[in-house]
């Protein structure tokens, strides 16, 4: 049963002080079963992007506690992997409960430092984490490997065996869930986790860390924070970790790879994305427009890699679709994260905004085409330092503009007209991405051939849902490698197959 007191300087019973849990967190890290200070003492600040108020400190991580988290991991996993397989997974769906009493803390937490609402976002997030947790920890005796016929008097078995201590890195998007989908599967296949936290968003996953460790052998899962290149890239390079496992842009995705090359250990990466979604004119208007607005994840300000950025219409309800489509995301609420009343928060740091509103200006000034920008701006001035940005939809751009080929990753979506769908295809294809798509049809002719020709590694007919429990998740070409939250997940991207082979003769 999971301990009910906490390790440290933070309250043990679920809190909605969200303020107070944030400066608790502060400056610390967690390694082999305890908060401790980066080695060098250094912290950075976090900041709410509702407000650019500092909200508390970070530990600013480097090789020297990359190190002594990872001898810690290497430890704990070598009598980690001797615990049953279901008795593994029995203690991570006990993680899993008593996250689930902390759903409402942790989606505050996450609004805090993210700026995504909590009732659209934040709290559905928390949420998610613990099924995560909960699908995973049935998995345990779903480790198995097979026998092969090879000869009458030989009996030849494979066997799953982890790999050791695995290496997570995570970004800020969606940083709990993206951690759940990483942690849960090397965890019960028996393998030590380290984590390393985006630096905009390193608190709740934190506290979710503290919290597993009530229940999980001291040193099986650390949590560090830091930057990439001091923190991040020397995890990916540790000697003793023998796999990688990375969400975040391509380009730190490449450099992950290259690093983990050298080891000749496995990486799995889930890359960015340009994702299209294609709406036939049979298919029923109002349930497509509202397809559109969350696949587009306007309720997480289209920080999303799976995000609908580019909307292919038909031409026969174009007009009729850009127009529903802008109302309604015209009546969704910018606000305070924290808010009940809140639809879309804000971006998540300066860096991010900057870049959002330089591809708007760039859409804007593009000779063909037209604008609308949505929803109105919060009103209240405790907010007016907030990175909120208006949700954009464009219309009609060149498909060669950067909008059209290139990860926003913010509230802007990209809609096109199409004639005919052997054309629409090939320019839904034409992308260096692929990771996600939808059709919108009721003819299920056209959706089936076009479901096989996409090339994505989801593809969704007549809804285009988040990743889910069981369904294997990951994209082709730029959008990574490998896939993530299914059985298949675990047994293929956190274990090797062992053969053995017995002469019975
Ligand atoms: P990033 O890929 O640089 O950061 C993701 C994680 O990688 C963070 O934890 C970061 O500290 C770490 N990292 C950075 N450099 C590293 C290195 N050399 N070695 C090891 N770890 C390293 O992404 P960033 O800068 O936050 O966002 C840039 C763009 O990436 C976004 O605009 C978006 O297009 C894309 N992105 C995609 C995400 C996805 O879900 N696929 C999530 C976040 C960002
Ligand atoms: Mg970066």
């Known amino acids: 049963m999971p301990d009910t007191t906490s390790a440290g300087p933070v309250p043990a019973a679920p809190t909605a002080d969200c303020r107070a849990l944030a400066r608790a967190l502060s400056g610390l890290h967690f390694i082999d079963g305890a908060f401790v200070p980066a080695g060098s003492g250094r912290t950075f600040p976090v900041v709410n992007p509702a407000t650019g108020e500092e909200i508390g400190q970070a530990a600013l991580g480097d090789g020297t506690d990359v190190d002594r988290a990872v001898r810690a991991a290497a430890a704990a996993q070598k009598e980690w992997a001797k615990v049953p397989a279901r008795k593994r997974g029995r203690l991570v769906a006990d993680c899993a409960r008593l996250l689930n009493e902390h759903v409402d803390e942790l989606g505050r937490l996450i609004a805090l430092e993210t700026g995504k609402a909590l009732r659209t976002e934040s709290r559905v997030e928390a949420g998610v984490v613990a099924d995560v947790l909960e699908f995973y920890g049935g998995l345990g005796s779903e480790l198995k490997g097979e026998s092969v016929p090879f000869h009458p008097t030989m009996l030849s078995v494979t066997v799953r065996e982890p790999l050791g201590v695995v290496g997570a890195i995570i970004p800020w998007n969606v940083p709990m869930l993206l951690m759940a989908l990483k942690i849960a599967p090397a965890l019960v296949a028996g393998n030590a986790v380290v984590v390393k936290s985006a630096e905009e ?125 802008a109302a309604r995301v015209d009546a969704m609420v910018m606000g305070d994260p924290l808010d009940e009343k809140t639809d879309i928060g804000t971006i998540i740091s300066p860096g991010q905004f900057e870049k959002v509103r330089s591809y708007i200006e760039i859409g804007k000034a593009e000779k063909d085409g037209s604008w609308r920008a949505c929803s109105a701006m919060p009103a209240d001035p405790a907010l007016a330092k907030g990175l909120f940005i208006q949700p954009h939809i464009f219309m009609g751009l060149p498909p060669t503009s950067r909008l059209v080929r290139e990860e926003i990753f913010g509230p802007v979506t990209c809609l096109f007209p199409f004639d005919d769908w052997e054309a629409v295809l090939a320019e839904a294809n034409d992308s260096d991405y692929g990771l996600a798509a939808s059709i919108w049809t009721n003819d299920l002719r056209v959706g089936l051939q076009m479901a096989h020709r996409l090339e994505a590694g989801l593809v969704q007919i007549n809804q285009n849902l988040v990743v889910q429990a069981n369904l294997s998740y990951g994209g082709v070409k730029q959008s990574g490698l490998g896939k993530e939250a299914s059985l298949e997940a675990m047994n293929e991207h956190f274990t090797h197959k062992k053969t053995i082979m017995v002469n019975m003769a």
Do not use: W
Not at 237 to 266: D, N, R
Not at 311 to 325: D, K, N, P, Q, T
């Open 201 to 325: 968003a390193p608190l709740a996953v934190l506290r979710i860390c503290e919290l597993m460790n009530r229940v999980l052998p001291k040193g099986l899962f650390s949590m560090l924070s830091g930057f990439g290149p001091e923190c991040g890239a020397p995890l990916v390079s540790h000697p003793l970790v023998k796999k990688v496992t990375f969400t975040g842009s391509v380009e730190t995705g490449k450099i992950v790879y290259a690093t983990a090359a050298q080891k000749l250990i496995p990486v799995t990466l889930e890359l960015g994305g340009k994702s299209p979604m294609i709406v036939f004119p049979d298919c029923a208007l109002d349930r497509a427009v509202e397809g559109a607005v969350t696949s587009m994840r306007f309720t997480r300000q289209g920080q999303s890699c799976t995000a609908a950025s580019r909307i292919y219409v038909h031409r026969s309800i174009y007009e009729r679709f850009g127009a529903a489509l």
